[in-house]
């Protein structure tokens, strides 16, 4: 099965703007965003997702991003460990977080930590997350609301991190300092 890694001139059109849009916003073009552009619906979906976490998500910028590495490193998506570092790293989230979740580990930060293992608990267990854990992350202070985002986020990092699986999304230039692979 062969990707192709569109540019504004190959995209069909319907992903065009999006593309446009996406270059702007992040001063290059993801070659993730080039391999989401055979589908429009794809491309839009993992964007507007995106925005919409960035928006209205009772997550702080920093709790996404600890998802968002916790779940791609499950899934083991070299692709979205190295964006999401730098995204993190971005975002203030401390060096040695980022390498614990680089790592498949828990966070030393006990919030931080009850969500990586919601996250987690969640994804390995398809949503049928066992009652002591689904308390473990209310305890920790999370509401349904954080429930509702972490599973949000999940689905987005299913869309990516399968797309780079198959596609085998090159990395960006601008992510080659995070490279990652699971040891």
Known sequence: MEFTKHTKETAPEASVPVLEKTEQAYGFALNLFGVLAESPAALSAYVQVNGFLEEHSVLSRQ???????????M?????CMAAHSVVAEMSGVPGATIEALRGGEEPAD??????FRFARSLAEHRG???EEERNAFLNA???????????TILALKTLSNYTNHLAQTPLD????????SKS
């Not at 899934?75 to 692709?79: F, I, K, L, Q, S």
């Not at 349904?144 to 599973?151: F, G, P, Y």
């Open 173 to 180: 230039d601008a992510f080659q300092a995070k490279r990652w």
């Open 110 to 115: 006990k919030r931080q930590a009850a969500l």
């Open 75 to 79: 899934n083991n998506c070299d692709y």
């Open 63 to 73: 709790e996404q991003q600890v998802v968002m590495l916790a779940v791609s490193e």
């Open 128 to 130: 049928w997350v066992p």
């Open 141 to 151: 202070g999370f509401t349904t609301r954080h429930v509702l985002d972490v599973i």
